[in-house]
C-alpha cells in the first residue's frame, strides 16, 4: 500500500525552464511534507519542508505547494540548472511522528 | 562532523549467505532509522531505534531480516538467509529530535547489496 506516489519515474527540462515534480498522498493524517534531493552514489539530503497549516514554502529557485483538499503536493524548481539533476523523493510524516514515508521518487535531468 | 557512515558501500554474496550492514550515526543523534531503496517501492522505512530501543520494526519485511543498535554509535542490519529479492541500496539515517518538523534526518551514502 503505497501511502506517496510520484508518478512520473523521470522528467527532462531545459536549462533555465521550470521544472515541476509532483506527488500524491492518500493518508489524510500526514501532516508534514518534505522533499529529499539524491544524487548517484550518495544518500538523499534534505532539500525543502512545509507544513500542512500553509499551501506554499519558498526557498531560493524551490517551492513547494501543497493542495490539502486535493492530497497533492508539487515542487516547483525556477530557473532549472544542470546541477539539478537528481532524484527527488517526496516524503510524509503524521503529527509527532519520526517516521516518514517516502514515494518512488522521479529521476530530474535538466539538460543544457 | 563525517555524517552517518555505512560499511560496505557495495556488498556482492550468494543465495543462502548472512549479510551484515553496518551504521555509525552522527555523534549525539537519539534516532537511528534503517531505510531499503528499490526501484519499484522507493525508500521504504524498515526499522528506527531511540536511544538504542527499536521503536518501530514494522517495515522489517520478514524473519530473515534483524537490526540491533548494541551503543549509541553503532547499528547493524543483518539478512540471515539472503535472497536475490533482497537486492537493493539500504540506507542509514539519524537525527537529534525525530520529528521531521524539528530535525531532518541526516543520511548516509548507503550500501549496495547484490545477491546473486
Known amino acids: 500500500d503505497q501511502q506517496v506516489k510520484q508518478n512520473s519515474p523521470s522528467l527532462s527540462v531545459q536549462e533555465g525552464r521550470i521544472s515541476i515534480l509532483n506527488c500524491d498522498y492518500t493518508n489524510s493524517m500526514f501532516d508534514y511534507f518534505l522533499w529529499y534531493k539524491k544524487y548517484p552514489a550518495e544518500g538523499p539530503t534534505f532539500l525543502i519542508s512545509?507544513?500542512?497549516?500553509?499551501d506554499k514554502n519558498e526557498d531560493g529557485r524551490f517551492t513547494v505547494f501543497l493542495n490539502k483538499s486535493a492530497k497533492h503536493l508539487s515542487l516547483h524548481i525556477v530557473p532549472s540548472q544542470p546541477g539539478d539533476s537528481a532524484v527527488y523523493f517526496c516524503?510524509?510524516?503524521?503529527?509527532?511522528?519520526?517516521?516518514?514515508?517516502f514515494g518512488e521518487g522521479t529521476q530530474l535531468t535538466v539538460n543544457p | 562532523d563525517a555524517g552517518v557512515i555505512q560499511s560496505p558501500r557495495h556488498e556482492v554474496t550468494e543465495m543462502g549467505q548472512e549479510v551484515t550492514l553496518r551504521c555509525k550515526p552522527i555523534s549525539g543523534h537519539d534516532y537511528l532509522f534503517w531505510y531499503r531503496q528499490t526501484m519499484m517501492r522507493g525508500l521504504e522505512l524498515l526499522i528506527y531505534f531511540n536511544n538504542n530501543v527499536p521503536i518501530d520494526d514494522s517495515g522489517m519485511p520478514e524473519d530473515r531480516f534483524s537490526a540491533k543498535m548494541p551503543n549509541a554509535s553503532f547499528s547493524t542490519l543483518k539478512i540471515q538467509p539472503s535472497e536475490p529479492r533482497d537486492s537493493a541500496v539500504y540506507f542509514c539515517a539519524s537525527s537529534l529530535l525525530g520529528t521531521p518538523e524539528k530535525e531532518t534526518q541526516y543520511f548516509g551514502p548507503g550500501t549496495r547489496l547484490l545477491v546473486l
Open positions: 516524503a510524509a510524516s503524521v503529527p509527532s511522528g519520526s517516521r516518514l514515508t
Open positions: 512545509i507544513s500542512s497549516i500553509k
